[in-house]
């Protein structure tokens, strides 16, 4: 049973039984306040060579996008985020899901397919390779896995961001999952 401490002017939350302060992480208090958000797409058919691209906008401001990139693949793949690309598109913006189903709140975060070679990719800001192909026949092996952004990146405003995924197998399913939550800064 939890009962409230008056400290201050906050109230903790602490554990009757161990004494001990009851919390959940910053991120966790934004999926019950609505205003984190994910986008998930895959391709279970994902061939040698093939890319997959997604134009990330971020607001001009208030809102600053914290952001956390999980990407898997049954075989090798190949995963490359890139600031300030010079692409563009006309494709109509993904949908990105609030977290807290019973929020109206949208995202501000524009994600765009992206299928031509206009413009520059931008600064490559990170990468990850992964997984194992050794050929074909009886005694080839091909195993895959996955990149979890270990820290999260908090986007610029008012810049284009290029998520660039590559399969480097024939057949590879590839999974891209973005989450984040859009916080205004109390400085």
Same mark, same amino acid.
């Given at each position: 049973?939890?009962?409230?401490?008056?400290?201050? =002017?906050? &109230?903790?939350?602490?554990?009757?039984s161990?004494? /001990?302060?009851?919390?959940?992480?910053?991120? !966790?208090h934004e999926? !019950?306040?609505g205003s !984190?958000?994910?986008f998930?797409t895959?391709d279970e058919?994902?061939?040698? /060579?093939?890319?997959?691209?997604? =134009?990330?906008?971020?607001p001009?401001?208030?809102?600053?996008? !914290?952001m956390?990139?999980?990407? @898997?693949?049954a075989?090798t #793949? =190949?995963?490359?985020l890139?600031?300030?690309?010079t692409?563009?598109?006309?494709?109509?913006a993904?949908t990105?899901?609030? &977290?807290?189903r019973? @929020?109206?709140?949208? /995202?501000?975060l524009?994600?765009q397919?992206? $299928?031509?070679?206009?413009?520059?990719d931008?600064?490559?800001?990170?990468a990850s390779?992964?997984?194992?192909d050794?050929?074909?026949?009886?005694? @080839?092996?091909?195993?895959?896995?996955?990149?979890?952004?270990?820290q999260?990146?908090?986007?610029k405003f008012? #810049?284009?961001y290029l998520?660039?995924v590559? $399969? &480097?197998?024939?057949?590879? &399913?590839?999974?891209?999952?973005?989450?984040?939550y859009?916080h205004? @800064?109390?400085?």
């Open positions: 049973m939890a009962d409230v401490r008056s400290v201050g =002017l906050n &109230n903790v939350n602490v554990d009757a161990t004494r /001990a302060i009851a919390n959940i992480t910053y991120e !966790h999926v !019950h306040a !984190h958000y994910t998930v895959y058919d994902f061939d040698n /060579a093939e890319t997959i691209e997604y =134009l990330l906008t971020a001009a401001s208030p809102k600053e996008i !914290h956390v990139v999980n990407i @898997s693949g075989a #793949t =190949l995963y490359q890139f600031e300030t690309s692409r563009t598109t006309t494709d109509t993904s990105a899901y609030n &977290n807290n019973n @929020s109206t709140d949208t /995202a501000t524009v994600i397919t992206h $299928s031509t070679t206009d413009g520059a931008g600064t490559q800001i990170d390779s992964f997984g194992l050794t050929g074909v026949g009886a005694s @080839s092996i091909v195993t895959g896995g996955s990149e979890r952004s270990s999260e990146w908090i986007l008012a #810049t284009k998520l660039k590559t $399969s &480097n197998a024939d057949n590879n &399913n590839v999974t891209i999952r973005l989450s984040w859009e205004t @800064s109390k400085e």
